[in-house]
């Protein structure tokens, strides 16, 4: 396996050391500041989305989402891609939500 953010491998650790957080990857990676990984909750104008999971396509980090809640939820759940460099600029006002009474 491969971190899709650093490139580190099950053979050649980051230099701190790591291990998997999530599929492909690595702890160094999700524990960074504006880190997308899969679980994460984010908004933008049209309401709430999940991380379902980070995708490389073409050289190009993608988050796949899919809404929580909002204008396009649940009736129209469908999931979606979205740049991860996007995200955390927070172009078009994605912003990182923080859990709220799960449990």
Do not use: H
């Not at 790591?18 to 933008?44: F, H, K, M, N």
């Amino acid at each position: 396996m491969k971190c899709l953010y650093c490139g580190c491998t099950d053979r050649q650790a980051c230099p701190s050391g790591c291990y998997w957080a999530a599929p492909e990857i690595c702890s160094t990676c999700a524990a960074a500041p504006r880190a997308v990984v899969p679980g994460q909750l984010w908004r933008d104008v049209d309401g709430n989305a999940r991380v379902f999971g980070v995708v490389r396509v073409d050289q190009v980090l993608y988050a796949v989402l899919a809404r929580t809640r909002g204008k396009n939820a649940p009736r129209g759940r469908r999931p979606f891609i979205f740049p991860v460099e996007s995200l955390r600029r927070g172009d078009d006002g994605w912003q990182r939500q923080q859990e709220q009474g799960r449990g």
